[in-house]
């Protein structure tokens, strides 16, 4: 079957009609609906997580400097501007997070015997993985 | 039919990155970024992170967390632009900048943490 | 330089699709044009719930399903018509399934079957409770990969083209752009569905308005069997919105005022705790909306804000059956009703819901013009005789759509090359002329269109309803007569060309007040009682007089001319129509 | 409720040959328990103003006649009830991100040809005789689809999108829905057929997963999602694609 579609306004003489409206798209259409503007915060995020690995970069390469460097660096971030920064980083990671969860069973089928399993357990899933690796992380960082 | 369309790869990684950053980016921002700074828990001494950050393991797992990221930003950031600010008739600009940071950023990445 | 193609298929529901696929089939060479007032996946086929039947299992035959066919509809149906209907109708739904309809299925991965009303045997195909829903969307997708089919969407078809007894087209107008065109065609094939909203209360869309009757009324084909309205036991009060046949098929049980399965009243069989096949809730529509009618008069309804209602009871279906088999009617009971079937009684009352009666067709949906083909609930083959059964619409509109596709793209094949002569020209130039004249003059009209059109359907509920006689029909011929002269003086109070709906309300009132004319003339003259056609002057059905279809043909004055026409009896003799005992 | 309540419909106008852009015209109706949007407007149109236009049908949600912006919603009107935007008023629009032939009117040809272009409809290399009966389908090959085939066509997911707001050339959410109803239909073959339209620029790849959509759909097609999957499909094969390029297709 190699048919292809046709697509075309039929009868003689084309539209004769007026022209539609197109009301016009503003540019900040994303504050007219609440919706809108989760989306918007949520793709920010991403400035947020770029943020933090030029956070992490910098305290690596000072605690590879040397203990002095280290020391440095922890007057640098304990200023109140720094930790500002970071608590809205973190604010946005997490809206990022959430919002990664809750839409990865979207992009996700998967099947156990044969039956597609429901949202929910995937969500559950996600949460279960986050916080087995949070605690792993924090044990490494703490235990010394 | 050999299509090379990079935005599924591109896709695939932002992906990566947004599964990475959900998964490990908010208790180590939380840890280095705020609870050490004020003091709410004890720093870790020096010679600790210096032990953990030298373990090849970690250096893998940070650089592939520094690069995942990264590219993450870049997909997110160029979508921002193209439709937050409505900027798309400039995307090969803005393609480039994207993806370029999260190239340039990764290789600062790798010079940092393999050369502790 | 008017539009021209082979064939022009005028409706884009069920029956037009099929149609336009089948003359694609007939002869790729073949120029085909749908022409829809709505975009094809909006038409009425859309709402069509419960299923279509066809014979599947080894149990069952065709010669059951003939015979369910031939006593449901009181032995009025064309028997060799039901004949070729059940032979097809398997492969019609099979084909569908190819095309990719969603059919229900059992575990092992074959089409599942259900029970319906005055059906013998489980023959009815569904797809949950969305059958029409999948039918038409699957016709409609499908249709999309024929490149050849061109479609006007949203075009009003105002008159069609006649000339020396041949139709050679139809003048239609674009929604859009208000212009007016002509398209010319060697055969066009009415699929337009029925005509509930002749009445105030029905299942029917806003769109069934009955236009394709009343074009090929007014051309010169006769209409059969107008008389035979069907009303559907189970209508939501307030909206008419139709609670599928499945749901008893399924089970439910239909309960008066007392909570008394009051069918058994009625000589359709005694309560079982199982659905049982004719018998009970499972009996046909016209004698369960009649049924309603003997509980109303015995005070053993519940009276609502929008008139009496019985129950029906799916209760101890459970949750699980009902959203497997049922999803819709919970959807809709939930959202219309404000009331969750799985706890609560529906209260349903008798709405009209299908036209048995329509254009007259031959077994190959040719009509009384030649090169105008019907199919669809537009037409009567007829394969419904008194009373149509239950999912036997949707495989008629495949098979005979099919059907009609085939035998139109033949006619026009055999036609080709015949231009439309200087008769045409001058016909389509009229009709441009008395469209433009008509909006002129129904500017200074003073009648709103919706008060003639409300005062039209309370008569037809009053004088042609589930019971009439001599005297509600004639007051009805008068009325209607009445309306007529009001409806030359309705209002259009739209003036622009752009998408002007009040121009198409007052033209599609105008084909509801034929049709509906015809209805009351072709009940006059039936005096006898069959199927849904209930006299209460002449209680008995009469095979002496009436085991024939009534022909109306339009007047000029806006009256018919009824004639009768034997019913074609081939292997099945009129018998008694037994429900509930053996 | 009182018999006498009523409420006002704040209705967006749009005559092409009066005006440039539409006007708002206030419109008082009975406020009655079982009234839809949709009633209010019929009200309206047959004993306020007959110049009034929009489409409906079915009036029981399954056409997909009757979508409009109902107080900046995308709604089907037959299934928004009046009560709940009491006491009023309630603002009705055309659907967003279409353009407006008339009042309430838009004009959807633009979806009509996308639907086409991602080729609704089975397609096999080789078609089975209807005399093999049919493709055996069980419950869960259905239920791999069925969601996305339970799409009305009514547009309300483009009025969602801001995406297709922004670029009118996205193929948009339930076009995609459905070329994915196909995709996933065990008796399909056709998704090759698909893969040049989907993911193209336009195509999955446009979408930003704003979800919007499915919060819009008025039947739980949940179109976000299969893009989603669409683009994990894709993505998938394009990885492996290019670790072993001279693997088969």
């Known amino acids: 079957m190699s048919r292809t579609p046709a697509s075309r306004r039929p009868g003689p003489a084309g539209g004769s009609g007026p022209t539609p409206y197109r009301k016009p798209v503003p540019i900040f259409w994303w504050l007219r609906r609440r919706a809108y503007l989760v989306f918007v915060l949520r793709e920010l995020s991403g400035v947020f997580i770029a943020w933090f690995v030029v956070f992490l970069l910098l305290m690596a390469g000072a605690i590879a400097e040397g203990s002095d460097a280290y020391e440095q660096f922890r007057d640098w971030s304990g200023q109140w501007s720094v930790v500002l920064l970071n608590v809205i980083a973190l604010l946005f990671v997490l809206l990022h997070t959430l919002t990664w969860f809750g839409l990865a069973p979207r992009a996700m089928a998967v099947r156990l015997r044969g039956r597609r399993v429901r949202p929910g357990p995937i969500v559950a899933t996600h949460y279960l993985l986050w916080a087995l690796l949070t605690a792993a992380v924090a044990w490494l960082i703490l235990k010394g | ?116 | ?582 | ?249």
């Not at chain 3, 009053?462 to 209002?491: C, M, N, V």
């Not at chain 4, 852009?21 to 009655?32: A, I, N």
Request: one cysteine or more.
């Open chain 3, 1 to 582: 330089m008017p539009a021209s193609h082979d064939v022009v298929v005028i409706g884009g529901g069920g029956a037009g699709l099929r149609a336009a696929i089948a003359i694609a089939e007939t002869d790729p060479r073949l120029n085909v044009a749908i022409i829809s007032k709505v975009y094809p996946m909006r038409s009425h086929t859309v709402s069509a719930e419960g299923g279509a039947a066809a014979v599947a299992g080894a149990d069952d035959s065709l010669d059951e399903h003939t015979y369910d066919t031939v006593s449901g509809g009181d032995w009025l149906c064309d028997q060799d018509a039901v004949e070729a209907f059940v032979q097809e109708a398997p492969r019609e739904l099979l084909r569908l399934e190819h095309w990719g309809c969603p059919w229900s299925r059992q575990a092992d991965g074959r089409i599942a079957v259900r029970a319906f009303g005055g059906m013998k045997k489980m023959r009815t195909w569904f797809a949950a409770d969305k059958t029409g829903f999948h039918l038409l969307h699957t016709l409609f997708q499908t249709a999309l990969s024929y490149r050849d089919i061109v479609r006007y969407d949203e075009w009003f078809v105002s008159t069609l083209l006649v000339d020396d007894g041949k139709v050679r087209g139809v003048v239609a107008i674009e929604l859009a752009s208000g212009r007016v065109e002509t398209i010319t065609a060697n055969a066009v094939v009415m699929s337009t569905g029925g005509c509930g909203r002749v009445y105030p209360f029905t299942t029917n869309a806003s769109i069934k308005t009955g236009d394709g009757m009343a074009l090929a009324y007014r051309a010169g084909a006769p209409l059969k069997d107008m008389e035979f309205v069907q009303y559907h036991p189970t209508g939501l009060p307030f909206t008419g919105i139709l609670i599928t046949e499945a749901a008893r098929a399924e089970g439910g049980r239909l309960l008066n005022k007392d909570g008394y399965r009051y069918l058994q009243d009625y000589d359709l069989g005694k309560p079982e705790p199982v659905p049982v096949a004719r018998s009970m809730e499972l009996g046909p529509r016209d004698r369960l909306s009649q049924a309603f009618v003997h509980e109303l008069d015995k005070g053993r309804t519940t009276p609502t804000p929008h008139g009496p209602v019985v129950h029906l009871d799916l209760r101890h279906l459970g949750a699980e059956l009902i959203d497997s088999k049922l999803p819709f009617v919970r959807e809709l009971c939930l959202k219309y009703q404000n009331l969750d079937p799985v706890t609560e009684l529906i209260p349903v009352r008798p709405v009209v819901h299908y036209m048995m009666g329509g254009i007259h067709t031959d077994i190959h949906g040719a009509t009384g013009l030649d090169g105008l083909y019907a199919a669809g609930e537009v037409a009567c083959v007829s394969i419904n005789g008194a009373n149509r059964l239950g999912s036997n619409s949707l495989p008629e509109l495949l098979v005979f759509g099919a059907r009609a596709g085939r035998a139109a793209a033949e006619y026009a094949a055999a036609t080709a090359g015949t231009g439309p002569g200087a008769a045409v020209v001058a016909q389509a130039r009229d009709e441009q002329r008395r469209l433009e004249r008509l909006v002129a003059h129904h500017a200074e009209g003073r009648e709103r269109i919706a008060d003639i059109r409300t005062a039209m359907q309370d008569t037809m509920e009053s004088g042609a309803g589930i019971y009439r006689d001599r005297e509600s029909l004639a007051k009805a011929a008068e009325t209607l007569l009445h309306l007529r002269e009001r409806y030359g003086r309705a209002a259009v109070g739209d003036h622009s060309r752009t998408f002007n709906t009040d121009l198409i309300a007052l033209l599609e009132l105008g084909c509801m007040l034929d049709v509906s004319t015809s209805i009351v003339h072709s009940a006059l003259s039936r005096g006898e009682s069959r199927g849904a056609h209930q006299r209460t002057d002449f209680p008995a059905r009469d095979d002496e007089r009436y085991l024939a279809h009534s022909l109306i043909h339009h007047e000029p004055d806006g009256t018919g001319r009824v004639e009768y026409l034997p019913v074609t009896i081939t292997r099945w003799a009129p018998g008694e129509r037994v429900y509930g005992r053996q």
């Open chain 4, 1 to 249: 409720m009182p018999e006498n309540d009523r409420i006002t419909l704040r209705v967006a106008r749009y005559r092409p040959e009066q005006e440039m852009e539409p006007t708002w015209q206030s419109y008082e109706v009975p406020l009655r328990k079982e009234w839809t949007v949709l009633d209010g407007l019929n009200h309206v149109k047959d004993h306020l103003d007959g110049t009034l236009s929009y489409r409906w049908s079915c009036r029981m949600g399954i056409c997909g006649s009757c979508g409009m912006t109902v107080n900046g919603e995308p709604q089907l009107t037959c299934s928004a009830f009046l009560t709940d935007f009491a006491p009023g008023p309630v603002r009705v629009e055309p659907l967003a991100n279409f353009p407006v032939v008339r009042d309430l009117v838009v004009e959807i040809d633009d979806f009509m040809n996308k639907l086409t272009e991602v080729k609704p409809w089975i397609i096999r290399a080789e078609d089975k005789p209807l005399d093999e009966g049919e493709f055996p389908q069980t419950p869960e090959e259905m239920d791999a689809y069925k969601q996305y085939s339970m799409c009305i066509n009514c547009m309300l997911c483009y009025a969602a999108c801001p995406v297709y707001a922004l670029d009118p050339d996205f193929v948009g959410p339930a076009a995609i829905a459905l070329a994915q109803r196909y995709n996933l239909d065990s008796r399909d073959e056709g998704s090759a057929d698909r893969r040049d339209v989907l993911s193209s620029a336009a195509g999955v790849w446009a979408c930003t997963l704003v979800g919007e959509c499915t919060t819009a759909c008025p039947k739980g097609v949940d179109p976000a999602g299969a893009i989603q999957r669409y683009k994990l499909t894709a993505a998938t094969r394009s990885l492996k694609d290019l670790l072993w390029p001279w693997g088969q297709r």
């Open chain 2, 1 to 116: 039919m050999a299509r090379r369309s990079p935005e599924p790869l591109l896709w695939l990684l932002f992906s990566a990155g947004g599964m990475a950053a959900a998964l490990l980016v908010p208790v180590l921002l939380f840890l280095f970024g705020i609870a050490f700074p004020l003091g709410w828990l004890s720093a870790p001494d020096h010679t600790h992170l210096l032990s953990v950050l030298r373990h090849p393991a970690t250096k893998v797992i940070l650089f592939g967390l520094c690069l995942l990221c990264l590219f993450h930003w870049a997909h997110r950031f160029r979508y921002t632009l193209y439709d937050g600010l409505r900027l798309k008739n400039l995307s090969l600009v803005i393609s480039l900048f994207c993806y370029g940071g999260a190239v340039a950023g990764s290789v600062a990445a790798g010079v940092v943490l393999f050369r502790i």
